[in-house]
């Protein structure tokens, strides 16, 4: 099956269990920036099963176009489709996938899609192939604030192995940002990385207090 005929088949089931009345607050929810059919993540992630089935062993070049095929359609839960697909094989990219999951960080745009290519494919990536640091060192510096946001958050789900003075490099990188998405992501990766070490976050956060916005602070402590 090509990639138009799998995104397809996709749009069909997630047609099929849509409930209508659901699509305007769902999209309310999102500042009405996209079109929803009305699939909420439970009934969308039991409606394209086959599909993820399908491509279980797909290459990496064919899972990626198939997620570019996603994107392409309008209706905001086939973007989902193919976040929540590349996150299934995020393993399996190389460096040389990266443009391509960028170019789709920058598609549609907004905190929802962002985050879990973030998180789930890039810090995956970047984790799987260090060489991919030195990319991350030049994200945080993009004009794009969605990219910016990528480099911020892809260590979120690192833990132990988070390479803290990169991740406090990044925060004051941004300590005088006015966008709220970037202030946010400074303040949840602080607040992330204070589940390891609460020491080091709050000796960050008390040394440079005067210069993190309210926002970064208040997500960093949340939780202290």
Same mark, same amino acid.
């Given at each position: 099956? !090509?990639? &138009?005929?799998?995104?397809?088949? &996709?749009?069909? *089931?997630?047609? *099929? ?20 059919? @009305? ?7 039991? &409606? ?19 997620? +570019?095929?996603? $994107? ?16 299934? #094989? ?19 745009? $907004? ?5 879990? %290519? *973030?998180? #789930?494919?890039? @810090? ?6 260090? +060489? %991919? ?12 604030? $969605?990219?910016? /946001?990528?480099?911020? %958050?892809?260590?979120? !789900?690192?833990? *132990? ?12 990188? #941004? ?12 303040? $949840?990766? %602080?607040?992330?990385?204070? /589940? ?9 956060? !008390? ?6 916005? @309210? ?10």
């Amino acid at each position: 099956m !090509t990639p &138009a005929e799998h995104v397809a088949g &996709a749009r069909a *089931a997630l047609e *099929a269990v849509a409930v209508p009345a659901d699509a305007g607050p769902m999209a309310a929810y999102l500042k009405d920036q996209f079109p929803f059919l @009305g699939v909420k993540a439970t009934a969308r992630r039991a &409606a394209v099963r086959p599909l993820f089935a399908a491509l279980k062993r797909a290459p990496p070049e064919e899972v990626l176009a198939v997620a +570019e095929a996603c $994107w392409a359609q309008a209706p905001r839960e086939l973007h989902h489709v193919g976040a929540d697909l590349l996150r299934r #094989h995020a393993k399996r990219l190389q460096p040389e996938h990266l443009p391509r999951v960028r170019a789709l960080i920058q598609s549609e745009a $907004w905190w929802d899609t962002v985050d879990t %290519l *973030a998180v #789930h494919v890039v @810090g995956v990536m970047v984790q799987r192939h260090p +060489e %991919l640091v030195a990319v991350m060192d030049r994200w945080i510096d993009d004009d794009d604030k $969605w990219v910016a /946001r990528t480099a911020i %958050l892809h260590q979120l !789900t690192y833990k *132990a192995d988070t390479d803290e003075e990169r991740l406090f490099r990044y925060v004051l990188r #941004h300590r005088a940002a006015t966008d709220f998405f970037l202030r946010k992501a400074c303040g $949840w990766a %602080l607040r992330q990385h204070a /589940r390891q070490a609460p020491d080091a976050v709050v000796a960050f956060v !008390t040394a440079h207090e005067a210069e993190l916005s @309210g926002l970064t602070r208040r997500e960093a402590t949340k939780h202290l």
